[in-house]
Every structure is written in C-alpha cells, then in structure tokens.
C-alpha cells in the first residue's frame, strides 16, 4: 500500500489564493486547522489553543484523497487544469510512480458518497475530510459543486461549519 500522507499534503498545497501561505505548514495541517475553526466558530487571539499537530492517520488521509478524487470526478471529466494538478501533487509527493499507479486506479473507480461516509467516525473527522475536499476543489462546476454539497450533508458538517470554511477560501 502507499503512503498517501505526503501526496494529500501536496495535493492541498497546490491551491491557489489566500490560504496557500498556511500550506508553508504542511497541507494535512491546513486541513484541521480550518476543520478544527470551522467547528469551534472565531476564537480570540486570548483564547487560541496553541496549534497541535495534524491528528490524520494513513486510513483518513486515504479517505481524503479518494474523496478528493471523486469530487474532482464529479462532472464526469478531469479536465487539463485538474489533471496538472494532480501530476503536479503526484510529483511534489516524492510517490511519483507508485503514487501515480495508486492515483491513476482511484481516477478509475472513484469511491461513492456511502464509502466515504461509512468511514468517518467523528465530526472531527467529518469536518477534516469536508475541509480536505474543498481546499483541493476549485468548485467550478455545478456537479462539482452539488458534490460538495452532498458530501456536506452525507457527512453532517454543520451548515455553520461549512460557511465558515467557505468563507476562509473566499478571504
């Protein structure tokens, strides 16, 4: 099996806009720290924790990633931009072939909502596979975002926790 810690890392780390300075931490961090935000609403720079290290294991960062693939499949097509990206995070992984054997058999049969779902224990991890989504999806299709929509609903974010997250992307 591959690792696909570091080819999540790198996935996130590709975005664009204002959060990608956050990604100099390391994409699985920038994932629960907006998830972790997102569920705890503003804090004050008094009643910030101090920041604790990503707590995502190899089956939740695989989680994420095959969800993340399957919204990126949700308009039927991978289209050239997506699929630079997804090179591009291959590469800057270091799992170049057996990460991009592993990607390219994800690409061929996505996993369904239910799969993604029937794996998520907690709304902590909810939040953090939601967050991992959307971070590494432009959402600029109406399929695309329906599937994020869906995938908010299926997992049960909270509807605050997802306007929070997505208004850290639009900051």
Do not use: C, H
Request: charged share 25%; net charge negative; glycine share 8%.
């Amino acid at each position: 099996m591959v690792d696909v810690k570091p080819l999540v890392d790198a996935l996130v780390r590709t975005r664009r806009g204002p959060l990608a300075a956050g990604a100099a931490l390391g994409g699985l961090a920038l994932v629960a720290g907006l998830a972790a935000r997102a569920l705890r609403g503003p804090i004050t720079p008094e009643s910030a924790p101090a920041p604790a290290a990503p707590v995502v294991n190899e089956d939740e960062a695989r989680l994420m990633l095959r969800a993340m693939v399957a919204a990126t499949l949700a308009d039927g097509m991978i289209d050239k931009d997506e699929r630079q990206r997804l090179d591009a995070a291959v590469q800057a992984s270091g799992l170049a072939k057996d990460g991009a054997a592993w990607l390219e058999a994800e690409i061929g049969d996505p996993v369904d909502l239910d799969t993604i779902t029937d794996a998520v224990n907690t709304p902590e991890q909810a939040t953090r596979i939601y967050s991992a989504v959307r971070l590494s999806v432009l959402a600029d299709t109406l399929q695309e975002r329906e599937f994020l929509k869906r995938l908010a609903e299926a997992l049960d974010v909270p509807g605050e926790a997802v306007a929070r997250i997505e208004g850290e992307l639009a900051a």
